[in-house]
């Protein structure tokens, strides 16, 4: 199984400031065929499922707020959050589905 | 919209069996490939299985082959997770999610129910 690894595990951000959470994968994600990493960002809150924010490691699910972006190619990912806000408290989730699904291990965001 | 709502979960003891669904509207379930994932504290998110879009093709984590079978029914738009032998260690929130599609690639999981607890003590 392709194993994704993400830092931090939690981190504390301001308002109004960038956040940015890493996710590494222990092979490369990268579908030669069409050139897409498959990838996805998830937002969970408390008592909700998971969102879907971002796939193919950088495209925008629609409707999710354009302060939300991702990056990244091969094995290493990032999202970033470019503002900030208060709504954003959550567990930020990282998934493959170039294999057999897997998750990383979650990045609680806090305000600081 | 989309709506995905499981139901099914409880409370039930070491080696016996339950059965969740997954009540799905406001698309073309017939079309989609849909899966089963679960969620507990300590191991966070967890793939559990998978059904192709007409049933042909049906994948599972380790843990759980030959103890859970996932099926559907296109007929009733509804997923089912015959869960089987159950162990302490499944007990966790289930999740159904459908599979995304755009521009003939997959997008990942683009919508999730909201989720049945399964209790697994004696």
Known sequence: DIVMTQSPDSLAVSLGERATI?????QTILYRSN??????????KPGQPPKLLIYWASTRESGVPDRFSGS????????TISS??????????CQQYFSTPTFG???????K | QVQLVESGGGVVQPGRSLRLSCAASGFTFSSYTMHWVRQTPGKGLEWVATIWF???????TDSVKGRFTISRDN????????????????TALYYCAKDGWEAAAPKGFDHWGQG???????
Do not use: H, P
Not at chain 1, 22 to 26: P, V
Not at chain 2, 54 to 60: F, Q
Not at chain 2, 116 to 122: D, G, M, N
């Open chain 1, 35 to 44: 050139n897409k990493n498959y990838v996805s960002w998830f937002q969970q």
């Open chain 2, 54 to 60: 007409d049933g042909s093709n049906k994948y599972y």
């Open chain 2, 116 to 122: 049945a607890l399964v209790t697994v003590s004696s």
């Open chain 1, 84 to 93: 900030l806000q208060a709504e954003d408290v959550a567990v930020y989730y």
């Open chain 1, 72 to 79: 990244g190619s091969g094995t290493d990912f990032t999202l």
């Open chain 1, 22 to 26: 890493n996710c590494k994968s222990s």
């Open chain 1, 105 to 111: 291990q979650g990045t609680k965001l806090e305000i």
């Open chain 2, 75 to 90: 007929s009733r738009d509804t997923l089912y997770l015959q869960m089987n032998g159950l162990r302490a260690e499944d």
